[in-house]
């Protein structure tokens, strides 16, 4: 299930506003709550969200806060190809087509897990 678009919106702007702060502090931020989306998926619906969260940072008008970008692309989007990355390659592979800051954001992933799934993001990395 995929959140809608205010949902997403929201929680991009949460987020956003929890990386302008010091990573000791997001605990007790009231923006905190954000962090929970990029939790490791244990359903592929949490999996689904997580993507849907990624992906809506990624591809907003504005730039993402580097921050932001730094964290969502280290551990949890691991998690989420290594633990559901069958099911989530070919959402990521379309958003990687088309557009360049999620390709870019992909390039500093160590591969892992389904050797299938990162033969296909190695892929995106070295295309045009």
């Given amino acids: 299930m995929t ?15 929890l990386m302008t702060h010091p ?3 997001w605990a007790r931020h009231p923006m905190g709550w954000a962090l929970e989306r990029l939790m490791p998926p244990v359903t592929l619906a949490h999996a689904q969200q997580t ?3 990624i992906h809506a940072l990624l591809t907003r008008p504005q730039p993402p806060h580097p921050a ?3 964290y969502a692309m280290g551990e949890p989007i691991e998690w989420l190809l290594t633990d559901w990355g ?3 390659i070919d959402e990521i592979e379309a958003a990687a087509q088309a557009h ?10 160590a591969p892992a897990g389904d050797p299938e799934v990162w033969a296909r993001l190695l892929a995106l990395r070295t295309a045009p």
């Fill in 23 to 25: 990573p000791t502090d």
């Fill in 68 to 70: 932001g970008v730094s």
């Fill in 51 to 53: 993507w849907a969260g």
């Fill in 86 to 88: 069958p099911h989530v």
């Fill in 3 to 17: 959140p809608n678009r205010n949902d997403l919106d929201a929680w991009v702007c949460a987020f956003e506003a």
């Fill in 100 to 109: 360049p800051r999620v390709r870019a954001a992909l390039a500093g992933i």
